[in-house]
């Protein structure tokens, strides 16, 4: 298994400006990714996070827009820029196990309000 | 492509009766299926899983799926439903062939109220 923290786990946040999310897993894991859960709806993955190298962003998620950062196995922060109130959501880190045994791991994720 | 459908998005239930959430599938390979929780105001916790082992798949609390080829369907069942299984209830699939885990795609969640 693997725990997850994310901080901040919540925030109010002023429109324009950016927010950095850190996620840190209690062990080394393969992979690592970030959700979005919108007011009322399910969770849409933006991107997944590699170690060392750029992410891997979905469609309809750019990286100007949500910058992330995994600079080793245990650690990632996903970055949301220029927000607008368009952007409250959950954001939502996630990770295998340290043996990739198929299931994912989620934190308890970061509640995000922008006025 | 894959994908899955939650064919209520909310259902109520007696407590002590049957828990039935239903949940169909397309995915290009043999799928790896979860159904995960969510507790309001918490993150997801992992239900139960299916990755092409026995398709009756037991899970926490009591809560057990099917997985059928033929019908493309996944479906969460509870005998007796406790007031403490309100909660959001989300169908997965991953798009890994190999058993491990990759990205998930969600269904939309269904929303499960269990009355006195």
């Known amino acids: 298994s693997a725990v997850i923290s994310q901080k901040p786990s919540r925030d109010i946040c002023q429109r324009g400006t950016s927010l950095t999310i850190q996620c840190q897993v209690d062990s080394q894991v393969t992979m690592m990714f970030w959700y979005r859960q919108q007011p009322g709806q399910s969770l849409t993955l933006i991107a997944t996070?590699?170690?060392?190298?750029?992410?891997?962003?979905e469609s309809g998620f750019v990286i100007d827009k949500f910058p992330i950062s995994r600079p080793n196995l245990t650690f990632s922060t996903l970055t949301v820029s220029n927000m607008s109130p368009e952007d409250s959501s959950i954001y939502l880190c996630s990770a295998t196990g340290t043996f990739n045994t198929g299931e994912l791991f989620f934190g308890e994720g970061s509640r995000l309000t922008v006025l | 492509a894959q994908s899955v459908t939650q064919l209520d998005s909310h259902v109520s239930v007696s407590e002590g009766t049957p828990v039935l959430l239903r949940c169909n599938y397309s995915?290009?390979?043999?799928?790896?299926l979860f159904w995960y929780v969510q507790h309001p105001n918490k993150g997801l916790q992992l239900l139960l899983k299916?990755?092409?082992?026995?398709?009756l798949v037991k899970g926490i609390n009591g809560f057990e799926a099917e997985f059928k080829k033929s019908e493309t369907s996944f479906h969460l069942t509870k005998p007796s439903a406790h007031m403490s299984d309100a909660a959001e209830y989300f169908c997965?699939?991953?798009?890994?062939?190999?058993?491990?885990?990759?990205?998930?795609?969600f269904g939309t969640g269904t929303r499960l109220q269990v009355t006195l």
């Open positions: 996070a590699n170690q060392g190298s750029e992410a891997t962003y």
């Open positions: 299916y990755t092409s082992a026995a398709t």
């Open positions: 997965v699939v991953s798009d890994s062939k190999y058993g491990t885990a990759s990205k998930l795609t």
């Open positions: 995915s290009s390979y043999s799928p790896s």
